[in-house]
């Protein structure tokens, strides 16, 4: 199986920040990357895909880039809405993974 | 707009089957553009994939869960359903139905099952 690694597991942050969140795959996964953003008690909703494509709907804030190992999800600007967890996603293979999350937390 | 909406039991017995089903509203199960798939989240920690069908029947599962596990489809009526044998307490998560379409675009709100005697 191919192992998602997030970093950090928490992010403490103000509203008005420029987050970034870090994404490393065990083995190339080219651009075959996704990015869920979920709240408690609700599903994931898809932000991102094929590394830095922004889902319909989503805001211009999020953006996403990397290829093959190492991606990254940035916020330019941390709105009320956006404390969250964030967690990424490898569909490279037949045997799909998830990172272990990251926690967006209000400073 | 795609709907998708988990039911079945929300407590089970531990060494018995947890059965779930999963119902798609404003799309399609035949449509030959999506999987259909099923991903759980035990309590507090990440997500896991469970495994996934397409339209003509082929499946393809988590290897850590494929000797306990069987996805089915009922184009009749418009469902897909999970099977998981010989469950544990490992097995109690928010079992959520999707649709895939590379990534995963559209989730049901998700269903706590807890294995418990």
């Known amino acids: 199986d191919i192992q998602m690694t997030q970093s950090p597991s928490t992010l403490s942050a103000s509203v008005g920040d420029r987050v970034t969140i870090t994404c490393r795959a065990s083995q190339s996964i080219i651009t075959w990357l996704a990015w869920y953003q979920q709240k408690p008690g609700k599903a994931p909703k898809l932000l991102i895909y094929?590394?830095?494509s922004l889902q319909s709907g989503v805001p211009s804030r999020f953006s996403g880039r990397g290829s093959g190992t190492e991606f990254t999800l940035t916020i330019s600007s941390l709105q009320p809405d956006d404390f969250a967890t964030y967690y990424c996603?490898?569909?490279?293979?037949?045997?799909?993974?998830f990172g272990q999350g990251t926690k967006v937390e209000i400073k | 707009q795609v709907q998708l909406q988990e039911s079945g039991p929300g407590l089970v017995k531990p060494s018995e089957t947890l059965s779930l089903t999963c119902t798609v509203s404003?799309?399609?199960?035949?449509?030959?553009?999506?999987?259909w798939t099923w991903i759980r989240q035990p309590p507090g920690k990440t997500l896991e994939w469970i495994g996934y069908?397409?339209?003509?029947?082929?499946?393809n599962y988590n290897p850590s869960l494929e000797s306990r596990v069987t996805i089915s489809l009922d184009t009749s009526k418009n469902q897909f359903s999970l099977k998981l044998r010989s469950v544990t307490a490992a097995d109690t998560a928010v079992y959520y139905c999707a649709r895939v379409v590379g990534p995963t675009d559209s989730w049901g709100q998700g269903t706590l099952v807890t294995v418990s005697s």
């Open positions: 404003g799309g399609s199960v035949s449509s030959g553009s999506y999987y």
């Open positions: 069908i397409f339209y003509t029947g082929s499946t």
């Open positions: 094929g590394a830095s």
């Open positions: 996603q490898q569909y490279n293979s037949y045997s799909w993974t």
